[in-house]
Structures are given as structure tokens and as C-alpha cells.
């Protein structure tokens, strides 16, 4: 049996997976903010599950950050009270077993890969676009993590080919990473609806904009329209980098369906030689890929 977990900033769940990748047992509680309360509900978690399923299992877990491969800690939690901690070391001595530890972004990678969007690719991309944006590998079904544990931190490229708007945006609204005219800051939920602001004056959220283009607003219209454009040229980075074999999508922008046809057009524009049939597909099992891919952080045949 594998178990995976995902801790989220406001809700952790934990998931158990039988050999074929059939839902065994799904919870969810929230999450402390306190690190030995995270590490203490993690326990009773698992104990949980391992009860009311009568077997024990491996432990793959996804957080909202990385472990630095250097110090042995971990870096750029949004959950900040994981920061600067050994989080993979304290929960295996409490677990009393190996506990395997990875981005959220790469657990999306690695469930696509094994049996979602993308199941059997080999080279996978996997973007979370929502509040804001995350992204991960998976080559073969396994997390790509990298020398740096950064790999896949695409978010905090700068939009490429920028236009003269979008220089002049990248000074309005810097990141939150210390730098200006990230990738993250024009293509997640968030620099779609300051793109709309800005266009019409108006502050929505995503999910609103997109109803306004349904009834062919004129504005709305124009911010999804280079919206889609941003995207196609910040994916048109990693082909030219990786040349994944699929690129997923999750998160809340994913739910824009108009995407999957749009940005795959106006990707040859940008990717070198002009020729890309690289498919891009909404994440099959949505909300449930972190929690997923985390118990999939031990593959089958391992
Ligand atoms: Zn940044």
C-alpha cells in the first residue's frame, strides 16, 4: 500500500493507494500552523489510515517547497513554519520509516505521469496555475528534484519577449521573490486578473472574467487573449529547454478550457524551428494529483 500526503497551507489529506492506484482510504483535516503539531497530525494521519485499511504502507509526502539538497532543510515553504526545518528527517523518526518528500508541483508531475494526463510519457511538465504558479518534472514516473532542488522553478523566469506594455508591467508589480517581470507574476490567477484590472478597471477574479468572455466581452476578450499569449511564450521556454513529451495543467486556471486549443497554436510561433506538436492537457485527476503523486513517490517496481 502507498500513502500519500499533501500538505496545503489551510488543509492536509492523506490518501492510500492499492497496488493498481485504486483509492483505498481519503481524508482530510486542517493543518496546524506549528511545525511539531504538523509533524504530530501527520502521525495520527497515517496511523488512521493504516487502521482502517490493515496494512502498512509507504509514505510520500508533497509541501508547498523544497528540501534544499545542501543544507538538508527546507526552502520557499509558503507554509513558513516548515522553513529552515528537517522536515523529511523529523517525520521519518516519528514514522519510524524512510519518508519521501517532494514540491507539490512535481507530486502533480509525477500522478500525471504514472496514471493521469500523461500516463506513460516520458519527459512530463506539470504547471500549477492558480493563486500563483508552481511547476515540476517527472522523467520516467519519478520526480525530477535537481542538484539545486529547483528544478522546474520556471515560474520565477521573466516573461519572455516582452513587449513594451510588459516592461513597463514588470516594475508595477514586482515579485514576491525579490525580482521583477517573473513569469509567475503575468500567467498565474493573480496576473490574469491584475491584467483585466488594468484593461478594464475592474477588479474580478478569474472565474468571473472568463463568464464576461462567454458573453463576448470585448475587454475580457482581450485580457484572456493575451493571457494565452504570455502563457505560449513562457512554455515555448521549456520547450526550447526540456521538449517535454506532454505538459499538464492544473490548478484553477486549468478550468479555461479555450486554453488547450488556443496555446498549443500560438506556441509554434515562439518554440525555435516553428515546429511543435507538444500536447497540452488539463490535469485528469485534478485537485486529487498532489495527494496522488505523492504516494505514487514510490513507483510501482521499485
Ligand atoms: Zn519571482
Sequence with gaps: MRIGIDLGGTKTEIIALGEQGEELFRHRQATPRDYWQTIELIASLVDLTEKETGQRGTVGMGIPGSISPYTGVVKN???TWLNG????????????REVRLANDANCLAVSEAVDGAAAGAQTVF?????????SGVALNGHAHIGGNGTAGEWGH??????????LRYRTEVPCYCGKQGCI?????????????????GNALRGHEIMRLVDEQDAVAELAISRYELRLAKSLAHVVNILDPDVIVLGGGMSNVERLYQTVPVL??????????????RKALHGDSSGVRGAAWLWPQGE
Aim: glycine residues 10%; contains cysteine.
Design 77 to 79: 515553504a509558503n507554509s
Design 85 to 96: 526545518k528537517p522536515f523529511d528527517k523529523d517525520l521519518s523518526q516519528r514514522l519510524n
Design 126 to 134: 506539470a504547471v500549477i496555475i492558480g493563486t500563483g504558479c508552481g
Design 157 to 166: 523566469n521573466p516573461l519572455p519577449w516582452m513587449d513594451e506594455d510588459e
Design 184 to 200: 509567475e507574476t503575468f500567467i498565474s490567477g493573480t496576473g490574469f486578473a491584475t491584467d483585466y484590472q488594468r484593461l478594464s
Design 267 to 280: 506556441l509554434r510561433n515562439w518554440v525555435f524551428g516553428g515546429e511543435c506538436e507538444t500536447p497540452i
